[in-house]
Each structure stands twice: as C-alpha cells, then as structure tokens.
C-alpha cells in the first residue's frame, strides 16, 4: 500500500461524517468526498470519483484526490445495468470488502438499499420520507428535492446520508456505528446520488 493510499484509508476509516459533493461535467458526474472536523467544518479531500453517463455496465472508481492517480477503492456492477443489480465493492488492490443492491420492488414508492459487510451483517438502507420520496419519483421537476437515508441493521443506526438542499447536490453522511467500514460507507454515499435514478 503506497503512502497516500495507506493515509487516505485511515483517514476515511476515522471519520464520524463526510461530506461528499457533486459536480456536474459535460459527459461525467464526478463527487468529491471531504474529511469532517470534530467541530463540523469541512475538511480535505479524502477521495474523487467520476462516473461516466450511460455506462454499458456501472463501475466508478473512486480515486485519492482528483488527479485519479491512486486508486483507493470501487464498485462495480455484476452484469449489465439492470433493475436488481448487485454492485461489488472492492479495495485498492481489488479485493472484495462488501456489496450492495437495490431491492428493486420495494423502491417503487421509497427507494431501498441493501448494503452487506463480512462479519458486520447487511445493513438496510431507506428514504426516511415516503412523501417526498413519491414526489422526486413522480414529478421530474421536483427530482432535486433533498432526500434522507438511514442504514440500520435489526433497526440500530449504521449510518445516515442526507443530502441537502442547494444549487449543486450535497450530501451529508453521519456515521452511528463505528465498526461500519468508511469505505463502504463512502461507495453507498456515491452510489446513492449515481445510481438512484435507475
């Protein structure tokens, strides 16, 4: 593990919140991911995505910072872009250290989320308000609408993304359970604003 691999990780894994922002480029969708102080002010950049539009088959890599020249993890889908699709979460090296799905059937009226960490347990992922959950998926106008997460396991909290009204989309994640992994933590955040439409 190069050093600023090693720095970014355990950075990442110390972290109570992240902030992770959108930016929106001609053919990408990129999202940064920022470190939180004790105090609640904005820090460095922990990691860098970018997703391309109208991918055959999803996979982002999510990088150290925006120069995408080391890799700190990603995730991938298992086949073709589909309703279902179960997305693999992998470290820098490319081994596995969890996954996640939308459950397709219960996210007709609310989107629902199903996020698995070895040894942890699977975690369950849904838009705390069913009103403004129908209202973004009804209404493409009102898609903009801020939205709530809570990922619980047997309804503990895991953690939360919220993400908050502005020009630009921003996401607040609060983390409640410090054995969650960050870096899970930090692909379901991504994933939530990259794959929520499909």
């Known amino acids: 593990m190069t050093h600023s691999l090693a720095v970014t990780v355990d950075t990442l894994q110390t972290q109570q919140q992240l902030i992770v922002r959108q930016r929106v480029r001609m053919m990408v969708n990129q999202y940064e991911i920022h470190a939180v102080t004790p105090d609640g002010q904005e820090a460095g950049m922990l990691a860098f995505a970018q997703q391309k539009r109208m991918a055959f088959k999803e996979q982002v890599t999510l ?18 872009i589909d309703l279902g699709a179960t997305y693999d979460v992998t470290d820098a090296n ?27 347990g699977e975690m369950i992922g849904r838009e705390t308000n069913v009103w403004v959950a129908v209202l973004r998926r009804f209404v493409d106008s009102l898609s903009w609408l801020p939205y709530h997460f809570d990922f619980v396991i047997a309804d503990r909290p895991v953690f939360s993304v919220v993400k908050k009204w502005g020009l630009r989309d921003k996401y607040v994640v609060t983390i409640h359970d410090p054995r969650v992994d960050r870096r899970l933590v930090a692909a379901m955040s991504v994933a939530l604003d990259a794959l929520q439409s499909r």
């Open 94 to 120: 490319g081994a596995p250290i969890g996954l996640f799905r939308k459950n397709f059937k219960e996210s007709l009226l609310r989107s629902t989320w199903h996020l698995e960490q070895p040894g942890f």
């Open 63 to 80: 990088y150290s910072d925006d120069t995408k020249s080391v890799p700190v993890l990603g995730f991938k889908a298992r086949q073709v």
